[in-house]
């Protein structure tokens, strides 16, 4: 049980075009999902946390016009990277809490990883 | 803030040898601890967390660490390396506190583990 699946893998895209990762709580509804971006050889930092129904919220630096969060439904958040340049190019991944779960509960998608040509 | 430093970027052990994974946490009020193992080109796997309880957690794959509060450190450590362990390992921290922080993970650099025969 437990599984975050993300859609696509990988993906490749010309400048200036927009991107959409999905995530996916595969057998578990998650009211919170967080975004993470992870640079090579660099640790994960997190962009936003996303909440079912209502705004993401965004951490500092993180263009919230740049990078759009939709969290529709309790099993599925989507990072859309709008008007992608090659410095947006990383490995992005996500990860799911499960609604009423603890704190400290996240599970983590596979990664997608998103190279801007 | 919280923050999380782990002691070494790169980590050389023999098939067999102890493996021993240093983390540190900044933290006047003890937070949630964890230890996360990322393979190439995929997301985490969680293999132990501290939340409190006892202070040797024991994880998966014969992984084990130990909270110390008074060098606020949680090393992580596994008596025989296999060759299965070669990956990025990265400690991770969530405050133990409400406020902006609730349920967000602040990760360390990573620490690669290599795993010679």
């Known amino acids: 049980g437990a599984v975050v699946s993300q859609h696509p893998s990988w993906v490749i895209c010309k400048s200036g075009t927009s991107v959409k990762i999905e995530c996916r709580s595969l057998d578990f509804q998650a009211t919170t999902m967080f975004w993470y971006r992870q640079f090579p050889k660099q640790s994960l930092m997190l962009m936003a946390t996303s909440n079912e129904g209502s705004k993401a919220t965004y951490e500092q630096g993180v263009e919230k016009d740049k990078f759009l969060i939709n969290h529709a439904s309790l099993t599925l958040s989507t990072l859309t990277v709008t008007s992608a340049h090659p410095e947006d190019s990383s490995f992005y991944i996500c990860?799911?809490?499960?609604?009423?779960?603890?704190?400290?509960?996240?599970?983590f998608g596979p990664g997608t990883r998103l190279l801007v040509l | 803030a919280q923050s999380v430093t782990q002691l070494g970027s790169h980590v050389s052990v023999s098939e067999g040898a102890l493996v021993l994974l240093r983390c540190n946490y900044s933290?006047?009020?003890?937070?949630?601890l964890f230890w996360y193992v990322q393979y190439p080109n995929q997301g985490l796997q969680l293999l132990l967390k501290y939340t409190s309880a006892a202070t040797l957690v024991k994880g998966i794959n014969g992984f084990e660490a130990e909270f110390k509060k008074s060098e606020t450190s949680f090393h992580l450590t596994k008596p025989s390396a296999h060759m299965s362990d070669a990956a990025e390992y990265f400690c991770?921290?969530?405050?133990?506190?409400?406020?902006?922080?609730?349920?967000?993970?602040?990760f360390g650099q990573g620490t690669i583990l290599t795993v010679h025969p």
């Open positions: 991770a921290v969530i405050p133990n506190a409400g406020g902006t922080s609730y349920g967000k993970l602040t």
């Open positions: 990860s799911a809490r499960p609604s009423g779960g603890a704190r400290e509960t996240q599970y």
């Open positions: 933290s006047s009020v003890p937070p949630y």
